[in-house]
């Protein structure tokens, strides 16, 4: 017994010296300021070609749809990212729909059309987008994309496409099969 209890000691004393090293893994640390945004609900139809986007929230008038959005990071930084969403489609803004933060307050787009939602110290996170239909308005699409609508449509062959915005200290890509979502009002 006592051969035993010496052998798990020794054992228990070596195991933690014969562990992996510390080894710096072959990977390009040119890439750890590039960061990714887009839906956190992802949805592919494989026999639809070329781009296609086939997440949708169904609303009625009057209700809000939640669009959960992900950034994605490994890394905590000392500069905050900002991405940037639109909407577009057939139906107005401010007449058909609106778009709010989580308390129901309005916001509008900047010069460029663009919403945009802050990402503290470039930290991974969840937050939502929050379309609102009005009770009087049109029904219809709205479409949400991280895709600017006056640029190229994303091509999962050229990454330029999928460049929302660079920086100094990062730069911000978005997903060429998964950039928009149809939130349809019914």
Request: proline share 4%; glycine share 6%.
């Amino acid at each position: 017994m006592k051969k035993i209890l010496y052998f798990i000691i020794l054992f228990s004393v070596i195991l933690p010296m014969s562990s992996c090293s510390n080894d710096d893994w072959d990977y390009d640390h040119s890439l750890e300021h590039v960061y990714f945004f887009g839906p956190q609900v992802w949805g592919y139809d494989e026999t639809k070609k070329g781009n296609n986007n086939v997440v949708f929230y169904d609303i009625a008038q009057g209700e809000t749809a939640v669009v959960p959005m992900q950034f994605w990071s490994e890394f905590t930084r000392n500069y905050d990212v900002i991405a940037r969403y639109y909407t577009t489609g057939d139906l107005i803004l401010g007449k058909d729909y609106e778009v709010v933060d989580e308390n129901g307050t309005v916001l509008s787009p900047g010069a460029d059309g663009a919403y945009t939602m802050v990402w503290k110290n470039a930290m991974k996170g969840v937050k939502n987008i929050y379309i609102k239909s009005l009770p009087d308005g049109d029904k219809g699409t709205v479409t949400l994309q991280t895709a600017d609508p006056a640029g190229a449509e994303p091509v999962n062959n050229d990454l330029s496409t999928t460049l929302q915005s660079k920086t100094e200290d990062y730069e911000l890509r978005i997903f060429s099969q998964n950039y928009k979502v149809a939130i349809n009002i019914k």
